[in-house]
C-alpha cells in the first residue's frame, strides 16, 4: 500500500522592510509632494461645496487627509503601470495626470467629463493615464486590478497593477479569490489597502477580527507590510520598494496605509460616531501636507509667502476646473443610449 507523503510548506517570502525613518525627499520632490497633495485638498473641498450648491448629484466620496497614499505611489510608478480603486477616487484621477477640469465636468454631469457627463463620481476612467475607474460595488475592482496583473504577466512586459481598497472591503470574500489567483499565478500587483480606520461609519476594530490587515494575505502565502499613509516619505519609500518586488518577478504584495479620513464615509454622513478630538488629534499632529510644509520651511527651502503663493495657484486651477465644470453644456438627449456597451 503507497504510502501518501505530506507536502511541505513554502515559507512565505519576506516583504521588503518599510519600518525605520523613513528616507528624506529631495527639494523638489517635496515641492511636487505639497502641489499634487494640495491639488487634491483643494479640489475635494470645491467638489464638496458643489455638491451643498446642488450641482453635484448622486454620491460623492471626498479623500481629504488621504493624499499622502495616492501622491506617495504615484511617485513610484512610471509610463504603463495601472491604477484602480473604489468610489473615494477623485485623489486618484487627479495624481494620475487627468485633467482637474475633466474630472470636474464629469462629477457635475457635463460633455466635457472623462465619460462624457454620463458616468458622475464612480465611472470615470483614463486609459491614457493608466487609470481604470473608480468602482461603486465595493472591492468589485479587486478582480479587475487583479485582471490588469494578469494581462501584463501574459503580454511578458515589466508593468505593475496597483488595486487600491478599503479596510471595509478588505472582508469582501472576491478579495481572497483575487489573492489566491495572484499568488498562483505570481501576478504583478500590489494591494494597496487604505485603512482610514472606518468602514463607512464602523471602525474597523469592530468590523474585522484581526485588524492588522496587511497580513490578510498571509494564508495565500502574500507577505504585506503596515505604513504610516499620512507621511508621504514613508509611502514613497514603500511603493519604491514593492513596485521593485512586482518587477522583479516575486508576485503580489500588501501595503497597508494606515491613514484617516477627515470628512464622512460620504457627503450624506455627518459621521457622529466619531469624537472631534478624534479628528482634530489626526488634523493637528498628521496631516501629510502639514508635514511637507513643515519640512520646507524648517530647511529654508521656501518661506511662508512662497507657501502661500503656491496654495494661490492650486485654487485658481480648481476654480478654473469648476468653472468649466458649471458652464459647460449637458449631453444631448440624443446620446443616452451611446456608449452604453463597448
Same mark, same amino acid.
Given at each position: 500500500?503507497?504510502?501518501?507523503?505530506?507536502?511541505?510548506?513554502?515559507?512565505?517570502?519576506?516583504?521588503?522592510?518599510?519600518?525605520?525613518?523613513?528616507?528624506?525627499?529631495?527639494?523638489?520632490?517635496?515641492f511636487?509632494?505639497?502641489?499634487?497633495?494640495?491639488?487634491?485638498?483643494r479640489?475635494?473641498?470645491k467638489? *464638496?461645496? @458643489?455638491?451643498?450648491?446642488?450641482?453635484?448629484? $448622486? /454620491?460623492?466620496?471626498?479623500?481629504?487627509?488621504q493624499? !499622502?497614499? +495616492?501622491?506617495?505611489?504615484?511617485?513610484?510608478?512610471?509610463?504603463?503601470?495601472?491604477?484602480?480603486?473604489?468610489?473615494?477616487?477623485?485623489?486618484?484621477?487627479?495624481?494620475?495626470?487627468?485633467?482637474?477640469?475633466?474630472?470636474?465636468?464629469?462629477?457635475?454631469?457635463?460633455?466635457?467629463?472623462?465619460?462624457k457627463?454620463?458616468? *458622475?463620481? @464612480?465611472?470615470?476612467?483614463?486609459?491614457?493615464? $493608466? /487609470?481604470?475607474?473608480?468602482?461603486?460595488?465595493?472591492? !468589485?475592482? +479587486?478582480?479587475?486590478?487583479?485582471?490588469?496583473?494578469?494581462?501584463?504577466?501574459?503580454?511578458?512586459?515589466?508593468?505593475?497593477?496597483?488595486?487600491?481598497?478599503?479596510?471595509?472591503?478588505?472582508?469582501?470574500?472576491?478579495?481572497?479569490?483575487?489573492?489566491?489567483?495572484?499568488?498562483?499565478?505570481?501576478?504583478?500587483?500590489?494591494?494597496?489597502?487604505?485603512?482610514?480606520?472606518?468602514?463607512?461609519?464602523?471602525?474597523?476594530?469592530?468590523?474585522?477580527?484581526?485588524?492588522?490587515?496587511?497580513?490578510?494575505?498571509?494564508a495565500?502565502?502574500?507577505?504585506?507590510?503596515?505604513?504610516?499613509?499620512?507621511?508621504?516619505?514613508?509611502?514613497?519609500?514603500?511603493?519604491?520598494?514593492?513596485?521593485?518586488?512586482?518587477?522583479?518577478?516575486?508576485?503580489?504584495?500588501i501595503?497597508?496605509?494606515?491613514?484617516?479620513?477627515?470628512?464622512?464615509?460620504?457627503?450624506?454622513?455627518p459621521?457622529?460616531?466619531?469624537?472631534?478630538?478624534?479628528?482634530?488629534?489626526?488634523?493637528?499632529?498628521?496631516?501629510?501636507?502639514?508635514?511637507?510644509?513643515?519640512?520646507?520651511?524648517?530647511?529654508?527651502?521656501?518661506?511662508?509667502?512662497?507657501?502661500?503663493?503656491?496654495?494661490a495657484?492650486?485654487?485658481?486651477?480648481?476654480?478654473?476646473?469648476?468653472?468649466?465644470?458649471?458652464h459647460?453644456?449637458?449631453?444631448?438627449?440624443?446620446?443616452?443610449?451611446?456608449?452604453?456597451?463597448?
Amino acid at each position: 500500500m503507497a504510502v501518501a507523503t505530506s507536502k511541505i510548506a513554502q515559507p512565505v517570502p519576506e516583504a521588503p522592510d518599510n519600518r525605520g525613518a523613513p528616507p528624506d525627499l529631495t527639494k523638489d520632490q517635496e515641492f511636487k509632494a505639497l502641489r499634487d497633495m494640495l491639488l487634491i485638498r483643494r479640489f475635494e473641498e470645491k467638489a *464638496g461645496q @458643489m455638491y451643498g450648491m446642488g450641482l453635484i448629484g $448622486g /454620491f460623492c466620496h471626498l479623500y481629504i487627509g488621504q493624499e !499622502a497614499v +495616492v501622491v506617495g505611489m504615484q511617485m513610484s510608478l512610471k509610463d504603463g503601470d495601472q491604477v484602480i480603486t473604489g468610489y473615494r477616487d477623485h485623489g486618484h484621477m487627479l495624481a494620475c495626470g487627468m485633467d482637474p477640469k475633466g474630472v470636474m465636468a464629469e462629477l457635475t454631469g457635463r460633455r466635457g467629463g472623462y465619460s462624457k457627463g454620463k458616468g *458622475g463620481s @464612480m465611472h470615470m476612467f483614463s486609459v491614457e493615464k $493608466g /487609470f481604470f475607474g473608480g468602482h461603486g460595488i465595493v472591492a !468589485a475592482q +479587486v478582480p479587475l486590478g487583479t485582471g490588469l496583473a494578469f494581462a501584463n504577466k501574459y503580454r511578458g512586459n515589466d508593468n505593475v497593477s496597483l488595486t487600491y481598497f478599503g479596510d471595509g472591503a478588505a472582508n469582501q470574500g472576491q478579495v481572497y479569490e483575487s489573492f489566491n489567483m495572484a499568488k498562483l499565478w505570481k501576478l504583478p500587483i500590489i494591494y494597496i489597502i487604505e485603512n482610514n480606520q472606518y468602514g463607512m461609519g464602523t471602525s474597523v476594530a469592530r468590523a474585522s477580527a484581526t485588524t492588522n490587515l496587511a497580513t490578510r494575505g498571509a494564508a495565500h502565502g502574500i507577505p504585506g507590510e503596515q505604513v504610516d499613509g499620512m507621511d508621504i516619505r514613508a509611502v514613497k519609500a514603500a511603493g519604491e520598494k514593492a513596485v521593485k518586488w512586482c518587477r522583479d518577478g516575486n508576485g503580489p504584495l500588501i501595503l497597508e496605509m494606515l491613514t484617516y479620513r477627515y470628512r464622512g464615509h460620504s457627503m450624506s454622513d455627518p459621521a457622529k460616531y466619531r469624537s472631534k478630538e478624534e479628528v482634530d488629534q489626526y488634523r493637528t499632529g498628521h496631516d501629510p501636507i502639514e508635514q511637507v510644509r513643515a519640512r520646507l520651511l524648517q530647511k529654508k527651502w521656501s518661506s511662508e509667502d512662497a507657501l502661500k503663493k503656491i496654495d494661490a495657484e492650486v485654487r485658481l486651477v480648481v476654480n478654473e476646473a469648476a468653472e468649466f465644470a458649471t458652464h459647460d453644456a449637458e449631453p444631448d438627449v440624443s446620446e443616452l443610449y451611446t456608449d452604453v456597451y463597448a
